[in-house]
């Protein structure tokens, strides 16, 4: 058999792999197969974890937009119900050591003592009539109107009339109210309580 020189260059070199060195570089392969994979699936992680953040940044966006557009109609809506449900008063009042003469929008007249104040919405007529005392003593000429009675509160009371002539008396620092009918017929109450219904000549005294 024809040896081959050691120094040759073109000298093909024996075959030393072993079963034990295929199996350890299949299994090195294998990891690197591995390595590649696995980063490969951080890298698609990562990509859909920031999605999935973007995407729940922009629903919180748009749901703090929509929270805060209904907080601000719902605002609007109070403030316009209340703007819309408070009424305007106009105030009157009488200085002491005279007596006023008032004509009311629906052209009942009321005569004003010394010292006396009233007050009545602005939208007297339109719905009610109605006619608060706050102090004094008035004397009420009621024009008539069946559909909308003429209601006078002080205090705790309400005289509800629909065309009669009466006094109303109302000290506060007397703890007294005191009504009178001249003409006509008025029911009397007392928040919800019926205290009684006048005829002309008849008082009524609420302590």
């Known amino acids: 058999m024809e040896q081959q ?3 040759d260059p073109y000298r093909i070199p024996p075959n030393t792999d072993t079963p034990s060195s295929n199996q350890a570089k299949a299994q090195m392969r294998q990891e690197i197969l591995d390595r590649i994979h696995q980063s490969r699936l ?22 703090s ?4 557009v209904a907080l601000y109609l719902l605002a609007s809506h109070f403030l316009f119900q209340q703007k819309a449900v408070a009424p305007e008063w106009v105030v009157i009042s009488n200085p002491k050591g005279s007596v006023r003469k008032v004509m009311l929008p629906d052209s ?12 009545y919405a602005a939208s007297f007529g339109n719905k009610e009539r109605l006619l608060e005392l706050n102090e004094g003593e008035i004397f ?14 002080s205090g705790e009371l309400n005289v509800q009339v629909l065309g009669t002539s009466f ?8 703890n007294n109210i005191a009504v009178a009918v001249k003409t006509g017929k008025v029911a009397v109450k007392q928040q919800l309580n019926e205290l009684g219904a006048l005829t002309p000549g008849q008082v009524l005294q609420y302590d």
């Open 5 to 7: 020189d050691q120094n």
């Open 42 to 63: 951080n890298n698609e992680l990562a990509v859909d974890m920031a999605r999935k953040k973007r995407v729940a940044r922009i629903g919180w966006s748009i749901g």
């Open 65 to 68: 937009i929509a929270a805060a």
């Open 108 to 119: 009942s007249w009321v005569w004003m003592n010394a010292g006396a104040q009233m007050q």
């Open 140 to 153: 009420v000429e009621v024009q008539p109107d069946a559909e909308q009675p003429f209601r006078v509160k």
């Open 167 to 174: 006094v109303v008396k109302s000290y506060p620092q007397l």
